[in-house]
């Protein structure tokens, strides 16, 4: 039995920016924003319930998965520029 994956290929706004984890390393990612991503790719499950305004769920492209954006430790202020983006659903 094979499984079929679906592409989404769109433009949208691609963010860059590194902030400080936890464990005091920086990090580095590149991102979507939550409402970028077609709504089929967002499910339907709850956020976690420790998000405030500092911290944002996006779309890490490079992980291929869901992260947490901290903005409260921003080491590298997000930059972005209109991208086509294709991701794997």
Request: a positive charge.
């Amino acid at each position: 039995m094979s499984t079929s994956t679906n592409t989404f290929t769109f433009n949208a706004n691609v963010y860059s920016g590194t902030f400080t984890k936890r464990d005091g390393s920086a990090r580095p990612m590149r991102f979507i924003k939550e409402n970028a991503v077609p709504q089929s790719l967002r499910g339907s499950g709850t956020k976690p319930q420790y998000l405030d305004s500092k911290h944002e769920v996006v779309y890490d492209l490079d992980k291929s998965g869901w992260r947490v954006f901290n903005h409260d430790t921003v080491v590298e202020t997000p930059s972005h520029s209109r991208q086509e983006v294709t991701i794997n659903g």
